[in-house]
Each structure stands twice: as C-alpha cells, then as structure tokens.
C-alpha cells in the first residue's frame, strides 16, 4: 500500500496500520507496506504550469518519493515468475509492463 498526501511518516503509517486491520477482517487479504508521498505544494504548482512533477521540481519532497518507489517497483514479486495467488497489486503491475511494452512498440 502506497499512503498519498501524508503529512509525515507517522500519519502515513497510521492510515496503513488501521487499513490494514480493516482489510484483513473483511477482505481475508494482506496488505503490504510500500511507503507514502508527502503531501507536497509542489504537486498543485507543477499541475498549473502544466509539467510534470519530475521535471518541474525533481528535487520536491513528492518528487523524491516517487523516484525512491520508481527505483523498488522493478524488485515486487510477480505474478509470472514466483506466486500463483495473484493479488490485485501483481495484477495491476503486470498490466502495467503490458501497457509499457505495449506503448513502446506503437512509439516507434
């Protein structure tokens, strides 16, 4: 689980910690902790000069914590090479190297 717009590390593990109680009583499923993005003003400034975050303000707060998840994604389990019960996380990042590949053969 990925906490968005949390004003610091404690908040954020907070929110996961009761999430997490909450999910496992009533969905039976686990939820993993990823880490958070802090609520940074820089998101909304670089939302209206219309540019990405990480080019507008690479060195922001969120910023940083996009790149530091961007940089664990690639070690995630998957669902092709070690588990068979599939979560909704294993799914949604298979989808998304489908969609990456996807997009890297329609760009050339």
């Keep these: 689980m990925l906490v968005n717009r949390a004003h610091h590390l404690e908040e954020a593990r ?9 999910a496992s009583e009533f969905l ?7 880490g958070f993005v802090p609520d940074d003003p820089a998101v909304r400034r670089s939302h209206t ?8 303000f690479p060195q922001s707060e969120a ?13 995630w389990d998957s ?3 070690e588990r068979r019960d599939t979560g909704f996380m294993d799914l949604l ?5 489908d969609w ?6 329609n760009a050339r």
């Design 14 to 22: 907070e929110l996961f910690t009761r999430l997490s109680a909450v």
């Design 28 to 34: 039976t499923v686990s939820l993993r902790w990823v």
């Design 49 to 56: 000069l219309h540019r990405p975050l990480m080019e507008a």
């Design 63 to 75: 910023a940083m914590a996009f790149s530091q998840l961007a940089a664990v994604l690639p070690q």
């Design 79 to 81: 669902p092709e090479t």
């Design 93 to 97: 990042i298979a989808a998304s190297r």
């Design 100 to 105: 990456a590949g996807a997009d890297g053969v």
